[in-house]
Antibody, heavy 120, light 107 residues
Framework: EVQLQQSGPEVGRPGSSVKISCKAS????????MNWVKQSPGQGLEWIGW????????DYAEKFKKKATLTADTSSSTAYIQLSSLTSEDTATYFC?????????????WGQGASVTVSS | DVQMTQSPSYLAASPGESVSISCKAS??????LAWYQEKPGKANKLLIH???TLQSGTPSRFSGSGSGTDFTLTIRSLESEDFAVYYC?????????FGSGTKLEIK
């Protein structure tokens, strides 16, 4: 069974950074890209970007190019997203979601979400 | 970016009924549309991709239709487990974008 287990809730001060993890199991981690998606309180879903764990290549939505950094550790089958220079706009739930084979933007398995709260 | 407009935002129905959710794209996206289900405490679930292709494990009471700009998710004979929030997503144009969601509630 494919599972994506995300780390717990984070609280960050304005201007600081937080890093969320997403541990994959049940499949070969390097065979699929990992997408990241943001859900702001009461809002819809926004695609942040993806990482190809095999090559470390990444792609980001324009809005998140200076905000998010995606990395992956193949030895532990874990993907990470780091959010920097936090502001109140970053308070949200962040999901990792596996890209579905060649349809990389179709997300066939999701993590449970990790909440980030930005507060002083 | 392609704007995805879902309607209605809220829908109340009874078990056994059939419902339809609309998703309209701001430009043609061919059939490159997916539907997802969101339930509290559970990971989001991919229901349908390519407009009408049921993902493995999706019950046959779910169906998707449409192409171009207009798409519909239909759920026949609602079961209690179907009450959830549903999102459409286009992946024809970069970046992929989502609809704002439809909350299906028990009447």
């Amino acid at each position: 069974e494919v599972q994506l287990q995300q780390s717990g809730p984070e609280v960050g001060r304005p201007g600081s950074s937080v890093k969320i993890s997403c541990k994959a199991s049940g499949y070969t981690f390097t065979d699929y890209v990992m997408n990241w998606v943001k859900q702001s309180p009461g809002q819809g879903l926004e695609w942040i970007g993806w990482i190809d764990p095999e090559y470390g290549s990444t792609d980001y939505a324009e809005k998140f190019k200076k905000k998010a950094t995606l990395t992956a550790d193949t030895s532990s089958s874990t993907a990470y997203i780091q959010l920097s220079s936090l502001t109140s706009e970053d308070t949200a739930t962040y999901f990792c979601a596996r890209g579905y084979s060649s349809y990389i933007y179709v997300m066939d398995a999701w993590g449970q979400g990790a909440s980030v709260t930005v507060s002083s | 970016d392609v704007q995805m407009t879902q309607s209605p935002s809220y829908l109340a129905a009874s078990p056994g009924e059939s419902v339809s959710i609309s998703c309209k794209a701001s430009k043609s996206i061919s059939n490159n549309l997916a539907w997802y289900q969101e339930k509290p405490g559970k990971a989001n679930k991919l229901l349908i991709h390519s407009g009408s292709t049921l993902q493995s494990g999706t019950p046959s009471r779910f169906s998707g239709s449409g192409s171009g700009t207009d798409f519909t998710l239909t759920i026949r004979s609602l079961e209690s487990e179907d009450f959830a929030v549903y999102y459409c997503q286009q992946y024809n144009e970069y970046p992929p974008t989502f609809g704002s969601g439809t909350k299906l509630e028990i009447k």
